[in-house]
């Protein structure tokens, strides 16, 4: 009995991106997100992402799952929700050109990874945005403009009480599933 090969995939390497001379990583600025999300997203456990492709052995390499995951991430995080605005974006916006590099998915390709890993990708946003949250990269709450100029009145004492970090915690899960069902 042989043993099977160990799927391979589609190569990605964000490091050496990073450093080609003509990187589109090179010129963004230095705090971009991009950054933030290209070295947390290769820590995270991604195996419940690799799993399905492991026992496939026909056709092409698939495109790595953790770009993947970093690109559609990203694409959460600035607003672009949709399968073929995330395809265009690969081949004309320079931060998903750091993400991809030179491997650039089509939209089928998006939207079929979208649909198959749903529920992994619910928990794994619910982590980045912690993760994000502790290195004050984002602030959670409610933002809404349509240019209404109010006077704030936001108290600094306000403390927020476990029970209420818990109901906080829940209705941030509540709008991530949201927002990946409704994309």
């Known amino acids: ?46 195996r419940c992402f690799y799993a399905p492709y492991e026992t496939e052995t026909r056709g092409a390499p698939p495109f790595d799952p953790a770009m993947m995951v970093c690109l559609l991430l990203y ?10 605005k995330i395809a265009w974006a690969c ?39 912690r993760l994000a949250g502790e290195a004050g990269l984002v602030k959670l709450g409610k933002v809404a403009t349509d240019g209404t100029k109010i006077q704030g009145n936001a108290s600094r004492h306000k403390a927020m009480s476990y029970g209420y970090m818990q109901k906080a915690v829940e209705r941030l899960r509540e709008e991530i599933e949201a927002l990946v069902t409704a994309a």
């Not at 490091?15 to 997100?33: I, M, W």
């Open 1 to 46: 009995m042989s043993k099977q090969p160990e799927k391979t995939y589609r190569p990605w390497d964000p490091e050496r991106y990073r450093h080609e001379a003509q990187s589109p990583a090179a010129k963004l600025p230095a705090g971009d997100l991009v950054f933030f999300l290209l070295d947390t997203v290769p820590q995270l456990n991604l």
């Open 75 to 84: 694409a959460y995080c600035v607003g672009v929700f949709s399968s073929r």
């Open 91 to 129: 081949e004309r916006n320079l931060a998903f050109m750091a993400i991809v590099g030179q491997e650039r998915p089509d939209f089928r390709t998006i939207s079929d990874f979208r649909k198959q890993h749903l529920e992994p990708f619910k928990e794994v946003f619910v982590q980045v945005v």
